[in-house]
T-cell receptor
Framework: EDQVTQSPEALRLQEGESSSLNCSYTVSGLRGLFWYRQDPGKGPEFLFTLYSAGEEKEKERLKATLTKKESFLHITAPKPEDSATYLCAVQASNYQLIWGAGTKLIIKP | GAGVSQSPSNKVTEKGKDVELRCDPISGHTALYWYRQSLGQGLEFLIYFQGNSAPDKSGLPSDRFSAERTGGSVSTLTIQRTQQEDSAVYLC?????????????FGPGTRLTVL
């Protein structure tokens, strides 16, 4: 069964304290892995798409990486405005996305 | 509009009432998706529209749920005889083609509360 698991469920960091969020997946025929950011009361906002193992993408303080079993979202020197829930989703054999439950990230000033 | 819009932003209803949720996708996007998001859980796929093709309704949880898309643009999700377990945030997304791995862009959602 296709499945996506994100860890940790919640992460509290001090401003400037770098860390990583994990997205583990089991899927037959990965077509793409997506990272989204969701702020309270808003819809998910697209961050990255990764297509194959070894691929990396960066945007400001965020860097996403992909292996055959998991993806990491690395956050370097985070700021309070990076606080949000980060969602991971995988696309398998069709257009449907399978979503993880998300990691709630809190950056304290 | 510039992005996906949804209305209403919040809806409180009584158990047993029917509700309609509206989604306006990004102009020109042919694919439209409805999801349900419950607290602490991942997004749950409900239904998918692609152009003039028959919609994929495989994610609808019961026959109380239905959706339509008129003119290939605006979509309405209808929940009949609402139950308390229907309380959730209902998200709509659109993408340019619905093929391959094109990005899905989300609206702000409708928070449904069934009393």
């Amino acid at each position: 069964e296709d499945q996506v698991t994100q860890s940790p469920e919640a992460l509290r960091l001090q401003e400037g304290e770098s860390s990583s969020l994990n997205c583990s997946y089991t899927v037959s025929g990965l077509r793409g892995l997506f990272w989204y950011r969701q702020d309270p009361g808003k819809g998910p906002e697209f961050l990255f798409t990764l297509y194959s193992a070894g691929e990396e993408k960066e945007k400001e303080r965020l860097k996403a990486t992909l292996t055959k079993k998991e993806s990491f979202l690395h956050i370097t020197a985070p700021k309070p405005e990076d606080s949000a829930t980060y969602l991971c989703a995988v696309q398998a054999s069709n257009y449907q996305l399978i979503w993880g439950a998300g990691t709630k990230l809190i950056i304290k000033p | 509009g510039a992005g996906v819009s949804q209305s209403p932003s919040n809806k409180v209803t009584e158990k047993g009432k029917d509700v309609e949720l509206r989604c306006d996708p990004i102009s020109g996007h042919t694919a439209l998706y409805w999801y349900r998001q419950s607290l602490g859980q991942g997004l749950e796929f409900l239904i998918y529209f692609q152009g003039n093709s028959a919609p994929d309704k495989s994610g609808l949880p019961s026959d109380r749920f239905s959706a339509e898309r008129t003119g290939g643009s605006v979509s309405t999700l209808t929940i009949q005889r609402t139950q308390q377990e229907d309380s959730a945030v209902y998200l709509c997304a659109s993408s340019s083609s619905g093929h391959g791995t094109d990005t899905q862009y989300f609206g702000p959602g409708t928070r449904l509360t069934v009393l």
